[in-house]
């Protein structure tokens, strides 16, 4: 494709352009962190020539040549902006678009197509597309565009950050004092049932009201763990030996039919990690696997082991701060329930998301906050009507020694 301008000249153009935008680009990532943008397009000529126009730009430009391979690369990188051809074997680009349901903080996406009907470049605006460019593309408009619309897409996201962190902090605030009243209430509930006859009715209905506000406190301790504002005892924990002695309360808290298995595998070396934390995990994962069994027979495993991961591995896993390469100790549990598409995998970590009709949507998202706090990783795999795999990576510091015999 012939350039428009010559090189030199593009060079001091995007040089003085590039001072600018980098200031309004650079936010919303750390400084180490370049943006990643997506090209997907099965002609290579046509992928070569947008990395050629954005040579310049202190972006990754990371590429797929059909839309299932796009659709991979989305997940593992989470482009902030992704260059989508229309005509493509394997998956369209409109057929990659509506499985991405996108919303406003998803990536900014350009459409860039030969032969688009105006029937399709339609059906894409409404799938939430924010620019369309014919080919053959200008350089400078496609170059004009892409910062457009990454810093766009920067502020929506630091925006949306800074409301999250305050809206975390009131939260947290609001569940710190509500807890203290909590304790005074139980502290008076505690006095009055001294007061009270073994077996009169009052006595009764004082324990039910202690159990109740328990239950209140637990939800205030989920809240604080969320939020990243629970206190923790970190200690060296062997997680066999752990398992092992929290045995019975996982059995207690699942259904007869559901089959529970144990797969330790030896030589763990210890993490460090708060006890009463790993435990409102493990506790958490199996009622969901057993939940997701429901009333069929069905088998909830719960493994340990070491695992090395690599950067693409730990990519793949939930967690936004992605820990560092390197050795981990991993507890993980799977069922074969009735599983997620991958909708439900994309909320499960959001405060109050349930598809259980009793559920409260707190307990994955304590997870999250828990794993968080111990630098650790989640990775999900689940499959509708097959089951769900949730490993919970934990990284192995220098001084967690192996503490299994
Ligand atoms: N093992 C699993 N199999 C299938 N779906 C699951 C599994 N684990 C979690 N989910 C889905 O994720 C949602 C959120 O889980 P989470 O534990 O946060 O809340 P909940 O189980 O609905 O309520 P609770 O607050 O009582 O735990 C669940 O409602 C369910 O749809
Ligand atoms: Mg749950």
């Known amino acids: 494709m012939p350039r428009p301008y010559g090189n030199l000249q593009l060079l001091i153009l995007l040089a003085i352009v590039k001072f600018n935008i980098c200031k309004s680009v650079s936010i919303g990532r750390t400084t180490m962190q370049k943006h990643k943008i997506l090209a997907i397009d099965d002609e290579q000529a046509v992928i070569d020539t947008i990395k050629e126009a954005l040579i310049y730009e202190d972006y990754e430009i990371i590429s797929a040549n059909d839309g299932e391979q796009g659709l991979q690369l989305y997940s593992i990188h989470q482009p902030i902006l992704v260059i989508l051809d229309l005509k493509m074997p394997k998956m369209t680009g409109l057929e990659f678009l509506e499985r991405l349901k996108l919303t406003p903080l998803d990536p900014g996406i350009i459409v860039l197509t030969g032969h688009g009907s105006s029937d399709e470049i339609e059906k894409c605006f409404n799938n939430g597309i924010n620019a369309f460019m014919k080919k053959p593309f200008n350089f400078y408009e496609l170059v004009g565009l892409v910062r457009n619309i990454i810093s766009l ?65 637990d939800l205030t301790k989920q809240i604080l763990t969320y939020t990243g504002n629970r206190k923790s005892i970190v200690t060296a924990l062997n997680l066999n030996q752990f398992v092992t002695e929290n045995t019975q309360i996982l059995k207690s808290s699942i259904s007869q039919k559901s089959v529970l298995n144990f797969n330790l595998s030896s030589n763990l070396p210890n993490i460090m990690a708060d006890m009463s934390q790993i435990q409102e995990v493990l506790i958490n994962l199996t009622i969901n696997a057993a939940e997701a069994i429901g009333e069929d027979t069905g088998t909830i495993t719960i493994r340990t082991g070491v695992q090395t991961c690599d950067d693409a591995y730990l990519k793949s896993c939930c967690l936004d701060e992605k820990p560092s390469p390197g050795l981990f100790v991993y507890l993980e549990v799977s069922d074969t329930g009735c599983g997620m598409d991958q909708e439900t995998q994309k909320l499960i970590f959001d405060p109050f998301f349930t598809t259980k009709f009793i559920g409260r949507g707190l307990g994955m998202s304590a997870i999250y906050g828990i794993i968080k706090g111990h630098k650790g990783a989640i990775c999900i795999d689940s499959a509708i009507n097959i089951g769900t795999t949730i490993r919970i990576l934990f990284p192995v510091s220098n001084n967690s020694a192996s503490g299994d015999t």
């Open 153 to 217: 897409k920067s502020a929506m996201l630091l925006l949306h950050n800074q409301k999250l962190k305050s809206l975390g902090m009131i939260t947290a605030g609001i569940a710190h004092d509500f807890n203290n009243i909590l304790m005074g209430i139980m502290g008076y509930i505690e006095l009055a049932m001294y007061d009270c006859p073994a077996n009169s009715s009052i006595r009764h209905n004082l324990e039910n009201a202690l159990t109740n506000t328990k239950r209140a406190a």
